[in-house]
């Protein structure tokens, strides 16, 4: 029985271990310089981290474009002081989407931690709406969307981020607040400090 407890704390603490895992963005292709779009590298990275149990896709000093991509059970995104992630201009870049970062629904232990800053497109998101809509590729009314959305997680966690430009209403129903995103059913700020709903 004595064997038995100490391969299950062993066992335990190898899983702790690997869950609190870093891994660089950079190792897995993605690139810094504020124009290569890091969609498909950083969804890659997400979903490896999430397969091998869980960890932190850290980034470091450097401008992060990406499209929407969605976080998976145990996967957490820090972004290390200078380090931003761009929203990508372009609406096809979101797949339709509601939130530049979201959560897979029912994921568990998702998160993301600053000092880092997200950085939305606002006038080149809204000028790439507007310009399908009026060519008829995409219908009146389009949301535009948001830059964090992770309402569809089990347990999410959101710390010391800064939000910068977004380009539509992300506040999600969290009124007179600023630096909000909307988890489950409560709004936090980038503080980690929770806030009343409004309906």
Not at 9 to 19: F, Q, V
Not at 73 to 90: D, K, M, Q
Not at 91 to 115: D, H, Q
Not at 141 to 158: E, F, M, N, W, Y
């Amino acid at each position: 029985m004595k064997r038995f407890i100490i391969a299950l704390l062993a066992i335990c603490t190898g899983i702790s271990a690997m869950a609190q895992q870093e891994y660089k963005a950079t190792v897995f292709g993605a690139k810094s310089d504020g124009l290569t779009d890091n969609t498909a590298t950083i969804q890659r990275a997400i979903d490896r981290i999430s397969e091998q149990g869980g960890g932190t896709l850290v980034f470091y000093v450097g401008r992060y474009v990406t499209g929407a991509v969605e976080l998976k059970s145990n996967v957490t995104i820090r972004l290390a002081s200078s380090a931003v992630l761009v929203a990508s201009p372009n609406i096809y870049s979101y797949k339709g989407r509601k939130a530049l970062i979201t959560a897979a629904e029912g994921a568990e232990n998702v998160g993301i931690k600053g000092p880092g800053v997200i950085e939305g497109s606002k006038e080149g998101l809204l000028e790439s709406i507007e310009s399908q809509v009026s060519k008829g590729y995409l219908p009146e009314g389009t949301p535009v969307p948001a830059l964090v959305d992770l309402s569809d997680a089990k347990s999410a966690k959101v710390e010391k981020v800064k939000f910068w430009q977004p380009a539509g209403e992300w506040l999600k129903g969290c009124e007179g607040v600023e630096n909000v995103v909307f988890i489950g059913d409560k709004c936090i700020t980038a503080e980690g400090k929770t806030v009343k709903i409004v309906k």
